[in-house]
């Protein structure tokens, strides 16, 4: 249980609080890349701030004010050019660092080569593995690290969005609670599926571990043992938003204090056989999360997860709620937060900030599924493994997949659609 003000200070996102100002010191993830291919312009929202994102005929990422600097036009009516982005008002012309390059007017009636004081806000963007990544804090900007899975070769990539309607805090609180997989996925999936008993193995054992990129948490549930790989090896947490499953990740990027956008990257390696593959374009897709009756759709795994984020409330009351064993991990996951906070207080780095390009640039984190993605499986070895041959049948993490992603997957592993 949390006071009032102690859940505030998690919560709370946007410019000038503690936590906004703690979750802007990271990378986060904002878009895919390829959403950019049809429309170059993206409006997006993040931790409270009104932006666009587009990527100008040069090739390059930018991110800023979604109001134009001269009289505050919405700049996701403008249009992308070789150097920038234009307005469509007045035709100013605003380049990723936020410089104002153009004054169409002015330049004809009274030119100044310097347009100091027009600039607009600006945040940089990078792209790594399909996904867009923007950094909102103090420069200079630390390192975008690069997770292992973004180097691995011959692989399937796909970016799932999902716009989610509570604070991001009760998402990131999921990536450390193993026991809702018995209940929210293995028994309600089965109850969905017309069981009427609650037959998933019970977790019998749970262990926390903290590290500089998050928390490691591992399991033992009935016909498992310490020899599993769910307790030699776990699962992440992956500070301060994410959550790392071995062969996907998930952020959790708040958009404002009561919405989150769901960010999802999965890879898949293509069968033996099928190399090499080389994927010029991730595709990204948005899942919808409810049906036309506008009750929650429930039958994928991560919208089942977003149906008790947002059960919880657009601000989940932590004064109410009551925290046992099985949330040893969740209070490990607050105390962390607070202690950031306060040592962000007293002027110092949050931890897990990578400064090195040479750390940055592979860096490896528990992974129960290492030589499957690395070294890859046959199909028929597909075939026998109860969880892969239903990766191949169906996407089963989101609902929704586009038929065009499908066809895209199918023809990378080789199968029948
Ligand atoms: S408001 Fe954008 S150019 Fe005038
Ligand atoms: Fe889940």
């Known amino acids: 249980m949390l006071t009032a003000a102690r859940n505030d200070m998690l919560t709370r996102v946007g410019p000038g609080t503690p936590m906004g100002e703690l979750l802007r010191r990271y990378w986060q993830p904002?878009?895919?890349?390829?959403?950019?291919?049809?429309?170059?312009?993206?409006?997006?929202?993040?931790?409270?701030?009104?932006?666009?994102?587009?990527?100008?005929?040069?090739?390059?990422?930018?991110?800023?004010?979604?109001?134009?600097?001269?009289?505050?036009?919405?700049m996701a009516y403008g249009w992308v050019e070789e150097t920038g982005i234009r307005c469509s008002y007045h035709g100013w012309l605003v380049n990723e660092t936020g410089r104002c390059l153009e004054q169409p007017y002015e330049d004809t009636t009274s030119p100044k080569p310097s347009k100091a004081g027009c600039e607009t806000k600006a945040y940089p963007v990078k792209e790594c593995a399909g996904l867009l990544f923007a950094y909102l804090g103090p420069l200079p900007a630390p390192e975008l690290p690069v997770w292992e899975p973004f180097t691995w070769g011959n692989g399937f990539r796909e970016i799932v969005l999902a716009d989610v309607p509570c604070n991001w805090f009760q998402c990131q609180e999921n990536s450390i609670d193993p026991v809702h997989f018995e209940w929210m996925h293995d028994n309600w999936g089965a109850r969905m599926r017309g069981a009427d008993a609650n037959a998933a193995p019970k977790h019998l054992k749970l262990k926390f571990e903290a590290f500089d990129h998050g928390f490691i948490y591992k399991r033992v549930r009935e016909g498992q043992s310490e020899e599993d790989r769910y307790w030699t090896v776990g699962r992440v947490a992956l500070w301060p938003n994410g959550f790392y499953l071995g062969s996907h990740f998930e952020w959790r990027v708040p958009v404002d204090d009561e919405n989150t956008l769901s960010v999802a990257w999965f890879f898949i390696r293509v069968p033996k056989g099928r190399e090499p593959y080389v994927q010029e374009r991730v595709p990204t897709w948005v899942s919808p999360l409810q049906?036309?009756?506008?009750?929650?759709?429930?039958?994928?795994?991560?919208?089942?997860?977003?149906?008790?984020?947002?059960?919880?409330?657009?601000?989940?009351?932590?004064?109410?709620?009551?925290?046992?064993?099985?949330?040893?991990?969740?209070?490990?996951?607050?105390?962390?937060?607070?202690?950031?906070?306060?040592?962000?207080?007293?002027?110092?780095?949050?931890?897990?900030?990578?400064?090195?390009?040479?750390?940055?640039?592979?860096?490896?984190?528990?992974?129960?599924?290492?030589?499957?993605?690395?070294?890859?499986?046959?199909?028929?070895?597909f075939d026998k493994d109860p969880i892969l041959r239903q990766r191949l049948k169906e996407f089963r993490h989101h609902y929704g997949q586009p038929p065009e992603v499908r066809r895209e997957f199918v023809e990378a592993m080789g199968i029948s659609g």
């Not at 009756?293 to 997860?305: L, W």
């Not at 002027?347 to 040479?358: D, L, T, V, W």
Request: hydrophobic share 40%.
């Open 291 to 381: 049906d036309g009756t506008g009750r929650f759709i429930t039958s994928h795994v991560i919208n089942q997860d977003i149906v008790a984020w947002a059960g919880q409330g657009r601000i989940a009351d932590r004064t109410k709620e009551h925290l046992r064993s099985s949330d040893i991990g969740i209070t490990m996951m607050r105390g962390r937060f607070f202690e950031e906070l306060e040592a962000m207080a007293a002027g110092k780095e949050p931890g897990g900030i990578i400064r090195s390009a040479n750390e940055a640039q592979c860096i490896a984190l528990p992974n129960m599924a290492r030589e499957l993605n690395i070294e890859g499986l046959t199909l028929a070895e």
């Open 30 to 74: 904002i878009a895919g890349a390829s959403e950019l291919d049809t429309n170059p312009i993206k409006t997006v929202r993040l931790m409270g701030e009104d932006l666009v994102l587009y990527r100008d005929g040069g090739g390059r990422y930018g991110l800023i004010d979604r109001h134009c600097p001269h009289r505050r036009a919405d």
